[in-house]
């Protein structure tokens, strides 16, 4: 499939379509992007755009996970 065939596909999906998507494929996707540095460069922008329009409690929610996970590697 080509990108534009894959990107119309999931714009068919269902809430849960897209849920189960990035239950199953995306936690391998995101692996695969965060250790690409250069990726990671270009898409803070755009990370920190969305996180500025999330609820408080959603970012104070991630910023605790975060926080979590920082403290864990630690160990």
């Given amino acids: ?4 065939e894959v990107k119309a596909a999931f714009g068919e999906f269902t809430r849960d379509e897209r849920q189960r998507f990035l239950e199953e494929v995306g936690m391998g996707l995101c692996q695969e992007m965060v250790s690409d540095s250069e990726f990671m460069a270009r898409m803070m922008p755009r990370c920190m755009e969305m996180m ?3 609820p408080q409690a959603m970012r104070q929610r991630m910023q605790e996970w975060m926080g979590a996970a920082a403290e864990g590697k630690k160990s």
Avoid: A, P, R
Avoid at 1 to 4: G, L, N, Q, R, V
């Fill in 1 to 4: 499939m080509t990108y534009e």
């Fill in 52 to 54: 500025g329009q999330m």
